[in-house]
């Protein structure tokens, strides 16, 4: 069987194709909406989404080679994320799903980061370190449901980097070649030296509010950009990991997944693979065309909850902005 997947949660319009046989991904298409200045207008985002929505539909259909006719379900991400943006899939899934009379299933935008991260490393029960520029939580599978035993207790790593990359003059856009404009600014320091900012570690969550502050003011201050960057980068990093390896003695599991669109960092895939291999467990992070909101990850999702009876009635489909990841069941994994 086969799910075409919808992603709009924020500014990537993503759709995707997946199957419950190999290879399991078929396709894996999207547009993203950049802003000139600042950050994401949701509004603008909303438009792009729809003015796109056509084309990257056709896109993923012909990267398959196949026929909407042979799609069995649609699956949409209805939450969390920006009201507008996802209106706009919920849209779109409500009207292909009633109109070709296909299955709509209704997905987790955090969940699906987390299966694509299963699908592709072949893990069957990880600590997962999820990151992204809403998102920063530590979460593992228990009675029924994954559970969020670490977050953040204020902005994502994420936004972090995105405000202060924006605030210091160096963004956007947000992503050069790859990389994140924070982390090629980090990696020009001559210091080196991690200047006096707050690391602010709570049991198993974080706060990077007064990092974010602090940064800022260093600069006015005249610290120069670049060790302020270095510093932003190696502390947040840090406390991330410190939480991340306190989750995974708690829970003790045998294996680490990284996902999320921040996971594409190589400065903190490094930390994180040092700390999994410093307690002999297994380590995966997602490759960067699965780390960042895209549709397959929504289409594969969907596979999983097709084949466990997960389904939902058009005209129920409704978006839920703040729709946590502990609040969904998973009986693919019960």
């Given at each position: 069987m086969r799910v075409l997947g919808i992603e709009s949660t924020a500014h990537t319009l993503g759709i995707g194709i997946a199957q419950n046989f190999p290879p399991y991904i078929l396709a894996n298409e999207r547009s993203k909406y950049e802003p000139v200045t600042g950050g994401i207008h949701p509004r603008e985002a909303s438009r792009s989404h729809a003015e796109n929505l056509g084309t990257v539909l056709k896109k993923a259909l012909t990267k398959a080679n196949i026929t909407?006719?042979?799609?069995?379900?649609?699956?949409?991400?209805?939450?969390?994320?920006?009201?507008?943006?996802?209106?706009?899939g919920a849209t779109a899934a409500r009207a292909l799903a009633t109109y070709y009379n296909k299955t709509l299933i209704p997905v987790n935008h955090g969940i699906a980061h987390i299966e694509i991260g299963?699908?592709?490393?072949?893990?069957?029960?990880?600590?997962?370190?999820?990151?992204?520029?809403?998102?920063?939580?530590i979460i593992a599978y228990k009675y029924g449901r994954y559970r969020v035993f670490g977050e953040t207790q204020d902005i994502a790593l994420g936004n972090l980097r995105d405000v202060f990359s924006r605030e210091a003059g160096i963004a956007p856009p947000y992503i050069v070649n790859g990389?994140?404009?924070?982390?090629?600014?980090?990696?020009?320091?001559?210091?080196?030296?991690?200047?006096d900012l707050p690391y602010i570690v709570?049991?198993?969550?974080?706060?990077?509010?007064?990092?974010?502050?602090?940064?800022?003011k260093k600069l006015k201050e005249g610290y120069k950009l670049e060790d302020v960057c270095y510093s932003v980068v190696e502390i947040s990093f840090s406390m991330i990991t410190e939480v991340a390896e306190r989750g995974l003695a708690h829970t003790r599991k045998s294996e680490v997944l990284l996902t999320g669109g921040v996971s594409a960092s190589q400065l903190l895939?490094?930390?994180?693979?040092?700390?999994a291999e410093s307690h002999g467990v297994k380590y995966y992070n997602v490759p960067p065309a699965?780390?960042?909101?895209?549709?397959?990850?929504?289409?594969?999702?969907?596979?999983?909850?097709?084949?466990?009876?997960?389904?939902?009635?058009?005209?129920?489909?409704?978006?839920?902005?703040?729709?946590?990841?502990?609040?969904?069941?998973?009986?693919?994994r019960g």
């Open positions: 909407i006719d042979e799609i069995d379900a649609i699956a949409v991400a209805l939450g969390p994320g920006m009201g507008p943006c996802l209106r706009v299963n699908l592709l490393s072949g893990f069957e029960d990880p600590l997962i370190i999820y990151v992204s520029g809403g998102n920063t939580s990389s994140h404009v924070i982390d090629l600014c980090a990696q020009r320091s001559e210091s080196k030296e991690v200047l709570k049991g198993q969550d974080v706060s990077y509010a007064g990092l974010l502050t602090s940064a800022l895939d490094e930390k994180v693979k040092k700390m699965y780390a960042g909101d895209n549709g397959a990850m929504i289409a594969w999702t969907g596979v999983l909850a097709y084949l466990s009876g997960v389904r939902m009635n058009p005209q129920e489909a409704r978006i839920d902005q703040r729709w946590r990841i502990e609040e969904v069941d998973v009986p693919w």
